[in-house]
C-alpha cells in the first residue's frame, strides 16, 4: 500500500478539483436563504444533494489537503524506511 499511495492520493486529487466551482467555507451558507438557492442550485448533482456533495468535498479534503493529509503522506512515504533501501533491485 505505502507504494500506491502517492499515485492515489494523486488520483483523487485531479478527481476533486477538475471542477471549476470553488466549494463554500463552511455550512453557515445555508443560513442565508438567497445563499442557500444559489448554492443548492449550482452544487448539486442529479446523484447527491449540494450539503451532501460539500461533506463529501470535506472529507476529500481531509484526505489530500490538510496538515494531517500532509503528515499522513510522509509517514506513508518513509514508515519503511527509504525507497531505494526498501525495494528490491528490478532484474532485467
Given at each position: 500500500?505505502h507504494e ?9 486529487r ?6 471549476h ?7 453557515t ?5 438567497v445563499?442557500r438557492?444559489?448554492?443548492?442550485t449550482y ?12 461533506k463529501?468535498?470535506?472529507l ?13 503522506q ?9 525507497s ?9
Amino acid at each position: 500500500m505505502h507504494e500506491s499511495h502517492s499515485q492515489i492520493i494523486d488520483a483523487l486529487r485531479e478527481l476533486v478539483r477538475c471542477g471549476h466551482l470553488p466549494d463554500a467555507a463552511d455550512i453557515t451558507v445555508m443560513h442565508d436563504p438567497v445563499l442557500r438557492q444559489q448554492f443548492e442550485t449550482y452544487w448539486q448533482t442529479p446523484q447527491l444533494a449540494a450539503v451532501e456533495r460539500m461533506k463529501l468535498y470535506k472529507l476529500a479534503w481531509d484526505l489530500i489537503g490538510s496538515e494531517f493529509a500532509g503528515r499522513h503522506q510522509q509517514y506513508e512515504k518513509f514508515y519503511a524506511g527509504a525507497s531505494f533501501i526498501v525495494r528490491k533491485p528490478q532484474l532485467p
